[in-house]
T-cell receptor, first 113, second 111 residues
Framework: AQSVSQHNHHVILSEAASLELGCNYS??????LFWYVQYPGQHLQLLLK??????LVKGIKGFEAEFIKSKFSFNLRKPSVQWSDTAEYFC???????????FGKGTSLLVTP | NAGVTQTPKFQVLKTGQSMTLQCAQD?????MYWYRQDPGMGLRLIYY???????DKGEVPNGYNVSRLNKREFSLRLESAAPSQTSVYFC??????????FGPGTRLTVT
């Protein structure tokens, strides 16, 4: 069973539209949560992370994510997307007792001018 | 500070050939990882090394072997390549318990 689920596989938005990408996980216990971005032809880069504290975390390039423990969710948001946000976005979860990250299958975002 | 480096960037193999993918990091991280990325599958962990001298299997270890040569280097070996191993391979490193930093990837095609 998929342990990290990203609900939207392909998203197309116009510039200035708002973005929300869903991520749910099925692990119990303490987790660390991440969103990575992969621009075309490039390697993965960290957008933001949650370890503890304020469940609303802010990352680079105007992205933010909210951890809702009761819903096992860590959705990514951006109020106004730009063409340069066209990329693939991956949610990842690390159990606090482990080393490896478990990735979702990714969401491909296309932002049109 | 180059971060995580991988060689080669591209490789084409025939079925049955062997090769080693090299990875090195200069961030003094304890942990290193090998992932493969396939369309629609996200990243799947092949092997990881929590610290120098240890290696453990990930989600998809079959057909691969690894060596943690020292703290900096973590290599991935395909002993007898198969078409199913056509993929993009990413190496990553992390301080223990923190986020992972990824290399630029190796695009491997097995014909």
């Amino acid at each position: 069973a998929q342990s990290v689920s990203q609900h939207n596989h392909h998203v197309i938005l116009s510039e200035a539209a708002s973005l929300e990408l869903g991520c749910n996980y099925s692990y119990g216990g303490t987790v660390n949560l991440f969103w990575y971005v992969q621009y075309p032809g490039q390697h993965l880069q960290l957008l933001l992370k949650y370890f503890s504290g304020d469940p609303l975390v802010k990352g680079i390039k105007g992205f933010e994510a909210e951890f809702i423990k009761s819903k096992f969710s860590f959705n990514l948001r951006k109020p106004s997307v730009q063409w340069s946000d066209t990329a693939e976005y991956f949610c990842a979860v690390r159990r606090n007792s482990g080393y490896a990250l478990n990735f979702g299958k990714g969401t491909s975002l296309l932002v049109t001018p | 500070n180059a971060g995580v480096t991988q060689t080669p960037k591209f490789q084409v193999l025939k079925t049955g050939q062997s090769m080693t993918l090299q990875c090195a990091q200069d961030m003094n991280h304890n942990s290193m990882y090998w992932y493969r990325q396939d369309p629609g599958m996200g990243l799947r962990l092949i092997y990881y090394s929590a610290s120098e001298g240890t290696t453990d299997k990930g989600e998809v270890p079959n057909g691969y072997n690894v060596s943690r040569l020292n703290k900096r280097e973590f290599s991935l070996r395909l002993e007898s390549a198969a078409p199913s191993q056509t993929s993009v391979y990413f190496c990553a490193s992390s301080p223990q318990g923190y986020e992972q930093y990824f290399g630029p990837g190796t695009r491997l095609t097995v014909t």
